[in-house]
C-alpha cells in the first residue's frame, strides 16, 4: 500500500487559485484561497456550492471542501464555516469561507477515518536549546585548522505507546572555490505503530512546544511539520506522496531565534540525565498541569498582554496548583462535612438550602495560606534574594492577595491596596518565579538542579532582586 506523508508549514503566505466542489457533487465553483498563516485562512468563491446558485440554500458549514488549483494541485479543506454570502442583480453571488485546516496534495473525503503513524516537525528553537554540535575544530601546528562533522546519534524517549526522538540533519554547499558552508539543525520525531488521529499525534508536538517555551522562555513555533500515514492508499503503489497541512500559528512575528542558550532557563544538557523521566512527567501530568503551564506559556507568547490580565493568570495558576498538587481536596471535605453537619441539622428547610450553598466550598484554603505554604515548599536561593526574609514574604503575600481581590471584584475600597503599573508587574514576575520553580519540582527536576539553573542565569533578575 502506498504511503502518504504530510507537511506541516506555518511560514509563508500563499494563494491558491483553482476550482472548488463538495466531495458529493461535481459542481466546481471558481475562486482563491487565501493563506495567511499568523491571521486567517479564507477561501473566496465566484459562485456558490450548491445547484441552484442561492447563497441562502448553502451551508454555513462545510466539513470537507475539495480545490483543484491551476498548478494541478488538489487540496482538501477540513471544517468550513462561511463568513460571507452575497449576490447582486445584475451579477453573479459570491461565498467567503474560513477553513480550519487545509491539505494540500489529495483529495480526502472523510478525516476522521484517517490515522497517522510518524511525526516530524522542526521547532524553533530546538537545535539551541539541546545544544549538542557536530563539529570539533583541529589545530595543524601552526598550519592551520580543520574541521570534523560527527553524525549525532538519535536521542530517543518513551512516551507509552509513542516513541519520541531527537533526530539530528547536516547539510553542505559549495557556491564558489572560495565559500563553504555546512549547517546542522535537530528535529523533534513522534511514532506509534497503532496509528493516531491527526489531532492527537500532533497534539504531542504542541505540547512539546509548550515545554520549549517554558525551558527557553521565549515564544516557540512551528516551522514545519512531516507526518506519514500507512492508511491513505495510492493508485501507483510508488513511492510516499507529500501532503501539506496549512493552519494558523499566532504572534509567528515575536520569537526569540536570535537568543542565545545562555538565556534559556535552561538547555537539555542541564537535565540531561534525568531527561527522560522528565518528559515523560511533562507528557503524563499534562491533564492536571496544562491550566498551570498556559499561565507561564501566556507570559512569552503574549507580550502585550495587560498587566493586570498577567498578574491575575499567575495568581489563578499558583492557586491551581495548590489545589491540585499540594492540597489533599477529600480529607478537607470530610473534616469540612462533619464540621458543618451539625449547623445544617440546625436551621429550618429555607436557612438550610441558603447557609450550604454559601458553605459549599468552605473547607478550601484561603489564597494567602496556599502562598504561604508554596514559597515555603519550593523555596529556592533565588527566591530568597528576589522576596527578601520571612516578614518581607508575608508583605508580599498580604499584597498579592489585597491586589487579587482588587483586580477581581474592582471593590472601590480595596482599591487604594493594590498595586498597579511597574509594581503590578515587578509582582507578577516575583510570583511566576515561585510557579515555575514549582512547575519545574513537579516535573522531576530536583531543587539542586534548579538551584543550579537559577544561580548560573541570576542575572535576568537583577531588576526583581535590586526593586
Not at 74 to 103: E, H, Q, R, W
Not at 192 to 215: C, E, I, M
Not at 341 to 349: A, N, P, R, S
Not at 405 to 426: Q, R
Request: glycine fraction near 6%.
Amino acid at each position: 500500500m502506498k504511503t502518504y506523508n504530510l507537511i506541516l508549514f506555518m511560514i509563508d503566505k500563499r494563494t491558491y487559485k483553482g476550482y472548488w466542489n463538495l466531495p458529493s457533487s461535481d459542481r466546481k465553483i471558481a475562486g482563491v484561497l487565501e493563506f495567511d498563516p499568523q491571521n486567517h485562512v479564507e477561501l473566496q468563491l465566484l459562485g456558490t456550492l450548491n445547484d441552484d446558485n442561492d447563497i441562502y440554500d448553502d451551508s454555513h458549514h462545510a466539513k470537507i471542501i475539495h480545490g483543484f488549483t491551476v498548478e494541478g494541485k488538489k487540496l482538501t479543506l477540513i471544517d468550513c464555516s462561511m463568513a460571507y454570502g452575497g449576490t447582486s442583480i445584475p451579477g453573479f453571488s459570491t461565498i467567503t469561507y474560513n477553513p480550519m485546516k487545509v491539505l494540500i496534495g489529495v483529495h480526502v473525503g472523510m478525516i476522521e477515518e484517517l490515522t497517522f503513524n510518524e511525526a516530524i516537525a522542526e521547532l524553533d528553537l530546538l537545535t539551541k536549546w539541546i545544544d549538542i554540535w557536530p563539529y570539533e575544530r583541529d589545530n595543524l601546528e601552526g598550519k592551520g585548522f580543520s574541521f570534523n562533522y560527527k553524525y549525532l546519534e538519535d536521542i530517543q524517549f518513551s512516551l507509552g505507546n509513542v516513541n519520541g526522538y531527537f533526530t539530528f540533519y547536516g547539510s553542505t554547499e559549495c557556491k564558489r572555490e572560495e565559500e563553504f558552508t555546512t549547517s546542522h539543525k535537530a528535529k523533534l520525531k513522534f511514532t506509534t505503530s497503532l496509528g493516531l488521529p491527526l489531532n492527537d499525534l500532533t497534539s504531542y508536538v504542541w505540547h512539546f512546544k509548550k515545554f520549549l517555551t517554558l525551558a527557553t522562555e521565549s515564544n516557540t513555533f512551528v516551522k514545519s511539520i512531516f507526518l506519514k500515514s500507512n492508511i491513505l492508499g495510492g493508485e501507483d503503489g510508488k513511492s510516499a506522496q507529500q501532503i501539506e497541512l496549512l493552519l494558523i500559528q499566532r504572534n509567528l512575528g515575536i520569537s526569540g531565534s536570535d537568543k542565545h542558550w545562555s538565556r534559556f532557563l535552561f538547555t537539555y544538557k542541564d537535565i540531561e540525565a534525568v531527561f527522560h523521566h522528565v518528559i515523560q512527567r511533562w507528557y503524563h501530568n499534562k491533564e492536571v498541569l496544562d491550566p498551570i503551564i498556559n499561565a507561564v506559556y501566556i507570559s512569552y507568547t503574549e507580550p502585550f498582554l495587560y498587566v493586570e490580565n498577567r498578574f491575575m493568570d499567575i495568581i489563578q495558576a499558583l492557586e491551581t496548583y495548590h489545589r491540585r498538587c499540594i492540597q489533599n481536596t477529600e480529607a478537607l471535605k470530610a473534616e469540612h462535612k462533619m464540621k458543618i453537619k451539625g449547623i445544617l441539622e440546625q436551621l429550618d428547610e429555607d436557612q438550610h438550602s441558603f447557609i450550604k450553598e454559601k458553605l459549599c466550598f468552605g473547607y478550601e484554603p484561603a489564597l494567602s495560606a496556599r502562598l504561604k505554604e508554596l514559597y515555603s515548599l519550593y523555596t529556592t536561593n533565588l527566591l530568597a534574594r528576589i522576596t527578601g526574609d520571612t516578614e518581607q514574604v508575608q508583605s508580599i503575600v498580604r499584597t498579592a492577595v489585597k491586589s487579587r481581590n482588587y483586580y477581581t471584584h474592582y471593590d472601590p475600597i480595596a482599591k487604594k491596596h493594590a498595586l498597579k503599573g511597574m509594581d503590578l508587574l515587578y509582582m507578577s514576575e516575583r510570583l511566576k518565579v515561585l510557579l515555575i520553580t514549582a512547575i519545574l519540582r513537579q516535573i522531576g527536576i530536583q531543587k539542586e538542579t534548579i538551584e543550579t539553573i537559577f544561580e548560573r542565569r541570576a542575572y535576568k533578575y537583577e531588576h526583581l532582586i535590586n526593586s
